[in-house]
């Protein structure tokens, strides 16, 4: 998608799509995105084009060209394409950003302004006003900067975009001479924009420009409260810290009892204990207004200092006698977390279960049901599980742990004898989640449970489903349909994204503008943005039924590539290849140059030191450690090593485990609990991340192997 301000610096090679121009193989959405025949126009569920054009266009080539550093390529197809309806004004600043990023300044100034005759609207002008600037910049012409950049300042950009902005007009009004127009441009970035990235140069350029600056005066209290609460909230606590005490001698009483209790949050966030403990005290003592936030704040002070047995009196007494639920809540999830970490899960339980029953619809009120409730089972008890369980699933319909509440209930009734409980309950997880990990293993323990009690001659069980269909509902369209649908079918697929996230954000949003959004990110190269937003846009594909969305929008939740590359090594070490789709999906989302903040590299994330290993072993030569960019040494060796895995621990899960937490650790969980079934063993896993990513790779192996298996890998784009 371009970027703000146009710059012609190349976008990550994750967000590139078009073959020639990077090693990613997408498997193409199917050509012809016709939806289900009963389906009218006015109910489509996204704007995409019918049919698609699977191949790259002279239009998204020339993009191509240009995000990879070579404009003077992608220069004679854009100017070819400034004349098409419509789209032809998205083309022609396109042509200036490569105008611009092949130094033809002059030329850049004069499409943008060629643009901006037409009067734009929406993200077009935004985007050409940016242009405007760059280019203007680029010929030091720094008059026409500040103006293009003042009338940017108008626009309804986002806190980020704002910031940038006036912190660039505050740049070129410096350098045009405009110096009080460049102190009010950096004052508001100083003032409204504290946390922003350019709010510390803004307030250098504003102290240079103005020495005599002071942030906090009587006249402007207001302003430096706001900017320090600003500060507060952004986690800034250094920042915030200074921000308070320069309005504190200036503020009323009201106010300064807010910015002391403040000075000492800051000291507690900073680690400085014992000065944040004794201001929390003085704070107390004088009878601060906000008396159970800074008894919430103490007792974590008395934790972090390592004062457990302080902490556990007072903790447990501000329980008691506070009267505030936000703060009562979080010190009992507090408090339950404190009993983990010291490996006390009974204590740990028993607490997530009195903050359950006191806050049953709290902030933390599906953490505390779940800890107690999978405690509950892990010791037996499987009425108390089905008692937290059913009444969580039943107060908190939303919660992302209600799958596995309905689940685990049927599970419990299933260990107490409770067989038609059990099967209820094993048919409603499917009914609202047959689409999912849960789902699938409610499917699984069902038939399991119902085949132990028939006769062989029987046959199988089959499996409930649901009888009424699932409805997708598109909703409203956005206002601007036919502008959308020309952009994509143009294949400017950054200009739609922009467009429709601007729609989003001023008018609102609908399952239709977020699909078609997903469309967009998809074809833009940018699956993870894609896969989110066509989940928000239609949420009931986890349902039972939820796999007759249809199939064009499946591939946006689910897209594969290198598919050739898997089947191949997957099938030299008997690997299930959708299993390993959905694993490259988890880790790398199909992007061969990923590198991860834990050093893990490419479609597989493999760390350089296993990379080091497996080359040897399989005698992979030459071999570095940016060798694991390429996907055909990086599936290999990815390969090879979860099939050790699996071999080592017996079974899917605990390689999958293993590969995301460790081979030691995952030898320690079996250790403490051999013998488990498999669902006990995932959802025992104490790590929640672990949990979820083995979560996701099980049950997404399963919508690849429906989506995919009927479906012959599509050859790759050219």
């Given amino acids: ?27 193409s959405l199917a050509v012809g995105l016709s939806l289900v025949a009963a389906l009218g126009a006015q109910d489509r569920l996204w704007l995409a084009p019918t049919p698609a054009d699977a191949r790259p266009n002279a239009i998204a080539t020339a993009l191509a060209y240009l995000d990879d550093g070579k404009p003077a390529l992608a220069l004679p197809a854009l100017r070819r394409s400034i004349g098409q309806p419509v789209v032809g004004r998205y083309v022609r600043l396109h042509q200036g950003r490569a105008e611009l990023a092949d130094k033809q300044f002059d030329n850049a100034a004069a499409s943008t302004a060629a643009v901006l005759a037409t009067k734009p609207e929406g993200y077009l002008l935004e ?55 460049a102190v009010k441009a950096f004052t508001r970035v100083h003032d409204e924009f504290p946390s922003s990235a350019e709010a510390s140069d803004a307030t250098k350029a504003l102290l240079s420009l103005a020495p005599s600056f002071q942030a906090a005066t009587t006249a402007r209290l207001t302003v430096a409260m706001s900017r320090a609460h600003q500060l507060y909230a952004a986690r800034q606590y250094p920042e915030a810290r200074l921000a308070y005490e320069g309005v504190r001698p200036l503020a009323g009483k009201i106010d300064r009892d807010l910015v002391d209790l403040r000075l000492a949050q800051c000291d507690a966030r900073l680690k400085r ?37 302080e902490y556990l009196r007072d903790v447990r007494a501000f329980v008691e006698r506070g009267r505030d639920p936000v703060f009562v809540e979080s010190a009992l999830n507090d408090l339950g977390t404190h009993f983990i970490l010291a490996d006390d899960d009974g204590k740990a339980a028993a607490v997530f279960t009195e903050s359950y029953e006191r806050f049953p619809t709290g902030a933390f009120a599906g953490r505390a049901a779940w800890k107690a409730g999978w405690w509950a089972f892990f010791s037996g008890k499987y009425a108390e599980t089905v008692r937290l369980f059913e009444s969580a699933a039943q107060g908190l319909r939303r919660a992302d742990y209600r799958s596995g509440w309905v689940y685990w209930a049927a599970r419990a009734h299933e260990r107490l004898g409770q067989r038609d409980r059990a099967v209820a309950g094993y048919q409603q ?26 006769p062989a001659s029987a046959g199988s069980v089959k499996p409930v489903r649901r009888e009424a269909r699932v409805a997708f509902s598109p909703g409203a369209p956005p206002g601007n349909v036919p502008l959308i649908q020309a952009l994509l079918a143009a294949q400017l697929y950054g200009d739609a994204a922009a467009e429709l996230q601007r729609v989003q954000r001023l008018e609102g949003n609908s399952p239709v503008i977020e699909a078609t959004l997903a469309y967009a990110l998809n074809r833009a190269g940018q699956l993870r943005l894609a896969i989110s937003a066509m989940k928000r ?75 080091r290993q497996y080359a040897r072993s399989l005698k992979i030569r030459p071999f570095n450690t940016a060798s694991l960019t390429k996907p055909e040494i990086n599936v290999r060796i990815g390969t090879t090593y979860l099939a050790d895995l699996i071999k080592r ?35 025992g896993i104490p790590f929640p991340e672990t949990q979820g990513y083995v979560k996701k790779i099980l049950g997404t192996a399963e919508d690849y192997r429906l989506l995919y298996r009927r479906t012959p890998a599509a050859s790759p784009r050219r």
């Fill in 1 to 27: 998608m371009p970027r703000f301000g146009l710059r012609t610096s190349r976008r990550p090679a994750r967000w590139k799509c078009w073959p020639g121009q990077t090693d990613m193989r997408f498997l």
């Fill in 127 to 181: 985007a050409a006003l940016w242009l405007a600037a760059d280019a203007a910049e680029a010929r030091l012409a720094w008059t026409d900067a500040t103006k293009a950049l003042s009338a940017l300042t108008t626009q309804p950009l986002v806190a980020s975009s704002m910031a940038r902005a006036l912190n660039r007009l505050g740049l070129a009004a410096r350098e045009a001479g405009q110096l009080d127009s």
């Fill in 273 to 309: 204990y014992p000065a944040a403990l004794s201001a929390l005290e003085a704070y107390m003592a004088a009878g601060g207004a906000n008396r159970d936030e800074a008894e919430y704040f103490r007792v974590g002070v008395l934790r972090d200092m390592g004062r457990h047995a």
């Fill in 429 to 454: 997880t499917m009914a609202d989640y047959g689409n999912s990990y849960y789902g699938r293993e409610a499917e699984r323990a069902m038939s399991q449970m119902l085949a132990a009690s028939r």
């Fill in 537 to 611: 846009a239609y949420p009931q594909y986890m349902a039972d039924g939820g796999e007759t969305l249809p199939r064009e929008l499946l591939t946006v939740l689910f897209p594969v590539a290198y598919w050739d590359l898997i089947q191949k090594h997957a099938a030299l070490h008997k690997l299930d290849p959708y299993l390993v789709a959905a694993l490259v999906a988890q880790e790398s989302t199909f992007d061969p140059e990923i590198r991860s903040s834990a050093d893990a590299w490419g479609l597989m994330q493999i760390l350089p030191s296993t990379g």
């Fill in 649 to 683: 621990f017996g079974s899917v899960a605990p390689a999958l485990a293993s590969y995301n937490a460790g081979e030691s650790r995952v030898s320690r969980w079996l250790a403490e609990r051999p013998g488990v079934d498999r669902d006990e063993f995932i959802d």
